[in-house]
């Protein structure tokens, strides 16, 4: 039942997002959008080579891209690149293909395990993990240009 999803440790996730608003220069700034349901959430990320140094986002979901956006913002600065995309990969396994919630720091994502059972709501809870994803690989394109060709 969709009460399984939008049960109180969600809803109080959804309701407490910490980092919100945007960042004045980030490294570079995504967003995802859902067709689906409308939600949208832009992430402006700063990276010291491979580790993420600040984070703010702007969060136009419904509860359950505000619960995964809220975990994100708990523990995305510190976190690495490659573990990042591992995140996201690991997630999008558990949302489509019965895959473990990942351990560790990031163990509060197994509370989105339910939404694996309603398919239209894996686009919204996915938006934050695509979006961080996305501005990283934006960085680090321009880390890749020579110097004279960064604007």
Not at 36 to 44: A, E, H, I, P, R
Not at 80 to 99: C, D, I, P, Q, Y
Request: hydrophobic share 40%.
């Amino acid at each position: 039942m969709l009460n399984d999803i939008y049960n109180k440790r969600i809803i109080e996730l959804a309701g407490n997002i910490p980092r919100l608003g945007r960042l004045p220069a980030p490294d570079a700034s995504a967003t995802a959008h859902s067709k689906l349901c409308g939600s949208t959430v832009k992430v402006d990320l700063r990276m010291d080579g491979p580790v993420v140094t600040d984070f703010g986002h702007d969060v136009k979901a419904c509860a359950l891209g505000q619960a995964s956006s809220s975990i994100m913002a708990r523990h995305v600065v510190g976190s690495t690149a490659s573990e990042l995309r591992e995140l996201r990969e690991t997630v999008r396994k558990m949302l489509k293909e019965n895959g473990s919630p990942p351990q560790g720091k990031w163990a509060d994502i197994a509370l989105l395990e339910p939404v694996r059972d309603y398919k239209a709501r894996h686009a919204s809870t996915m938006l934050t993990f695509d979006a961080v994803v996305d501005a990283i690989g934006q960085i680090e394109a321009k880390a890749k240009q020579p110097a004279s060709a960064q604007g």
